[in-house]
C-alpha cells in the first residue's frame, strides 16, 4: 500500500511553468509505476504521464509530450512532473497515482488528493 501527497500546483500565465511534486509513504516506493492524471472542468480524468519503476521507461499522452517531464527519486520516495510552455487547455486538478503494473490503465490502484493547476491566458 502506498499513500501520496502532492504539491506545487497553483496559478501561472500561459507560456509558464510549474513543477508538481508528489510524495510517496512506505518502503516499497521502487515497487509502484507512479504517474499523473489530470481532471479539467466538466472533463474526464485523463492519463498524462507514466514512469516505470527506476525511471528509464516514460510515457506521454501526445498533448503534452515536449512539453511536461515526469521523473522520479527512490531514495526520496518522490515523482515529479515538470511542466513547460503551459497553456490554458493544461488548466486541471492534477493527481499522483501508483501502480504495479506499467500496463496502461484509466484506474490506477493508488491516487493522491490532487493538486490545482491553472493557466491563465
Known amino acids: 500500500q502506498v499513500q501520496l501527497a502532492e504539491s506545487g500546483g497553483g496559478l501561472v500565465q500561459a507560456g509558464g511553468s510549474l513543477r508538481l511534486s508528489c510524495a510517496a509513504s512506505?518502503?516499497?516506493?521502487?515497487?509502484?509505476?507512479m504517474g499523473w492524471f489530470r481532471q479539467a472542468p466538466g472533463k474526464e480524468r485523463e492519463f498524462v504521464a507514466r514512469i516505470s519503476w527506476s525511471g528509464v521507461a516514460t510515457y506521454y499522452q501526445d498533448s503534452v509530450k515536449g512539453r511536461f517531464t515526469i521523473s522520479r527519486d527512490n531514495a526520496k520516495n518522490m515523482v515529479y512532473l515538470q511542466m513547460s510552455s503551459l497553456k490554458p487547455e493544461d488548466t486541471a486538478v492534477y493527481y499522483c497515482t501508483a501502480d504495479y503494473s506499467l500496463v496502461p490503465t484509466v484506474s490506477p490502484r493508488y491516487w493522491g488528493q490532487g493538486t490545482q493547476v491553472t493557466v491563465s491566458s
Open positions: 512506505g518502503r516499497t516506493f521502487s515497487s509502484f509505476v
